[in-house]
């Protein structure tokens, strides 16, 4: 309850500002194009909140669902227009004026990324560095010669400087389906290149890291218990919150990590819990839990959250901070990123390379959204950052309903210097109207998913 306490209120708050940004690209340009506008509305449905200018007579709206919002503005096919307020009606402008009204919404979008994504590095991006765990052999970067303890800086010369930027660099990478040289700085300080071949890995982000035998590494460090489950293997024991585990039937376990495969090897199973508390050893016994996992494996479960003594993580936090003028391009490139691979993604998405369960509704985006908050104001801006880009990229999808299918109206009779006729354009925004709540209704269905596990 106390998740959804700070996510909804986040992402009201998120999905508020960056629709009213939207709305308002639409809105200035369309002014300065001498259109006349009747209503600013962020939110569809009924009023709860608004005004009206006393000189310009346009209607302020916050409306009832907070799911997007919308410009009226003057238009002879949605009313009568008297004589006199005919030149100043949205369908009597030429098609160029259109298209640079309907652009500018998603075009201030992508604006407010950059200034997000500025603002982040100004106030310094937080990360681990793109220190690498031991690989499966099996992995594709255990074949290659990556280590434990390796860290990534550069792809292809491209400098690398936290986990994000090595998670992003191999996704763009891994959708070209080509080999790629590594820069790579040993646990002894030494670099050496190291060329890692992306042809066989799978488009799908969800699965490219399983494939690449990719994840952070983990300093050596005691485990501990940071909480314990109720009605829990650990529990019914005799766990406690700030136990330190040392080890599993006599086999110490350095980090993490290493205790939870271990847990999870061990399904029903009794084991022995060397714990360190209040300064004494003492052993354990623990009868774990066994649950199926999403293969329909048994796996163990003990039932508590581990954590580690968060000095043990200090020399693997990294820290990116820009000056202004340094954070203009930085920002600017953040955004070009982002965006060509979410156009990628979305394409591969079309051709069935990656999985439709990456496409995310509202109560994830929501969840997204109280975590970030939770986090830290770098972490809500960046995500506001992501959501702006990503409302831009789909308000440009060739779809009638959205602007991108207008745009591609207006831009056809542009060149046949005549519009399209009504019948094509009214089936247009049928087909439209289809695919976005099919669209819509794969989104709540991946939630759901979410949701249940």
Do not use: C
């Amino acid at each position: 309850m106390s998740d959804w306490l700070m996510s909804v209120p986040a992402f009201i708050v998120a999905i508020g500002l960056l629709v009213a940004v939207h709305e308002y690209g639409h809105f200035w340009v369309a002014r300065r194009m001498g259109v006349k506008v009747l209503r600013y509305s962020i939110g569809f449905g009924h009023r709860i909140w608004g005004f009206t200018g006393r000189r310009s007579g346009i209607e302020y709206w916050l409306s009832a669902i907070p799911l997007g919002g919308y410009v009226k503005m003057l238009d002879e096919r949605e009313g009568e227009v008297a004589e006199a307020d005919k030149p100043y009606a949205f369908n009597r402008q030429h098609p160029a004026r259109r298209i640079a009204i309907v652009a500018a919404g998603p075009g201030v979008n992508f604006l407010f990324a950059i200034a997000a994504y500025w603002l982040v590095f100004m106030i310094g991006v937080a990360g681990i560095k793109p220190m690498i765990a031991a690989a499966p052999e099996a992995s594709l970067a255990a074949q290659a010669g990556l280590r434990a303890g390796d860290e990534i800086v550069a792809i292809d010369d491209r400098p690398i400087e936290n986990w994000e930027d090595l998670r992003l660099g191999l996704i763009e990478r891994g959708l070209d389906g080509q080999a790629i040289d590594l820069d790579v700085r040993g646990g002894d300080g030494d670099t050496r290149d190291v060329r890692l071949d992306l042809s066989d890995v799978p488009a799908d982000p969800e699965k490219l890291f399983d494939r690449l035998g990719l994840a952070p590494y983990q300093p050596p460090a005691t485990p501990l218990i940071a909480e314990v489950l109720p009605d829990s293997a650990a529990s019914r024991a005799g766990v406690k919150q700030g136990d330190e585990i040392q080890a599993v039937d006599g086999q110490t376990v350095d980090t993490p990590q290493a205790l939870v495969d271990r847990i999870k090897s061990s399904p029903g199973a009794r084991v022995v819990l060397t714990v360190e508390r209040d300064g004494a050893s003492r052993e354990i016994p623990v009868t774990l839990d066994s649950v199926d996992n999403d293969a329909g494996e048994a796996q163990g479960r003990l039932g508590a959250q581990i954590g580690v003594d968060s000095q043990a993580w200090e020399s693997m936090r990294t820290t990116r901070q820009l000056g202004p003028l340094a954070a203009i391009p930085a920002a600017v490139a953040k955004t070009w990123e982002v965006s060509a691979l979410t156009v990628r993604l979305m394409g591969r998405m079309v051709t069935g390379e990656v999985s439709w369960r990456n496409v995310s509704g509202p109560i994830q985006i929501a969840n997204y959204a109280g975590q970030s908050a939770s986090i830290g104001l770098e972490a809500f801006v960046g995500f506001l950052a992501l959501v702006s880009v990503s409302l831009a990229v789909l308000n440009l999808l060739p779809i009638p309903v959205l602007d991108g299918g207008h745009l591609l109206y207006y831009s056809i009779e542009w060149i046949r210097g005549r519009p399209l006729s009504e019948a094509v354009q009214v089936a247009g925004q049928q087909v439209g109207m289809v695919a976005l709540l099919m669209l819509m209704t794969l989104a709540f269905y991946n939630d759901i998913l979410r949701l249940l596990g």
